[in-house]
């Protein structure tokens, strides 16, 4: 176990809703990355908060937008569901935003219907 | 950005046999290449990775390989057995510590 956990394991979601999906990162790690994984494919990455700030984004439009609080726990929000955006939403801690060591949850597998 | 590409996309092989796994990337600033695997309905664990200034790294049955001149990275399970049949990602970081994933292998191994 990697001691990242997220929450919900499953989601199913009509298309247009919102949706927020949670991650609680290892202790002592600072830092969490956010990672989309379509069926068949590799994760994608999303976006990475360090000490409660954006710190990097990869090529998704902006109704992707995250948090993360004093605890460095993280939430990822994403506004007006798509159907392309069922997937698996994995979240990756690490020691600090230059730490190359990533410990992944096991996932949110978003349905969006 | 980086591209990493993988090959092949699935791979069969008797228990006992080995299997191999390659990666290329396009990105010659990347200096860390993790491999990861990825059991059905949990998130990837990582398994084994190596750095730029190595050329090669074993753990036990698993070791990988990297080629910086000619930008590809191999993953080698020797001894295969029945658990190790899952999905294999290959990953690249690039500019900013994000990482690339290749799109994946999976592999079965047959008793």
């Known amino acids: 176990e990697t001691g990242v956990t997220q929450s919900p394991t499953h989601l199913i979601k009509t298309r247009g809703q919102q949706v927020t999906l949670r991650c609680s990162s290892q202790s002592g790690h600072n830092t969490v990355s956010w990672y989309q994984q379509a069926l068949g494919q590799g994760p994608q990455f999303i976006f990475q908060y360090y000490r409660e700030e954006e710190n990097g984004r990869g090529n998704f439009p902006p109704r992707f937008s995250g948090l993360q609080f004093p605890n460095y726990s993280s939430e990822l929000n994403v506004n007006a569901l798509e159907l392309d955006d069922s997937a698996l939403y994995l979240c990756?801690?690490?020691?600090?935003?230059?730490?190359?060591?990533?410990?992944f949850g096991q996932g949110t597998r978003l349905t969006v219907v | 950005g980086e591209n990493v590409e993988q090959h092949p996309s699935t791979l069969s092989v008797q228990e006992g046999d080995s299997a191999v796994i390659k990666c290329t990337y396009s990105?010659?600033?990347?200096?860390?290449f993790p491999w990861y695997k990825q059991e059905l309905g949990k998130g990837p664990q990582l398994i084994i990775d190596?750095?730029?200034?190595?050329g090669e790294k074993k753990d036990q049955r698993i070791a990988v390989t990297l080629n910086k001149t000619a930008k590809h990275f191999s993953l080698h399970i020797t001894e295969t057995q029945p658990e190790d049949s899952a999905v294999y990602f290959c990953a690249a970081i690039g500019t900013g510590n994000q990482f690339y994933f290749g799109t994946g292998t999976s592999l079965t191994v047959i008793p």
């Open positions: 990105d010659s600033a990347s200096n860390y």
């Open positions: 990756a801690s690490s020691s600090g935003p230059g730490s190359t060591e990533a410990f």
């Open positions: 190596i750095r730029s200034n190595v």
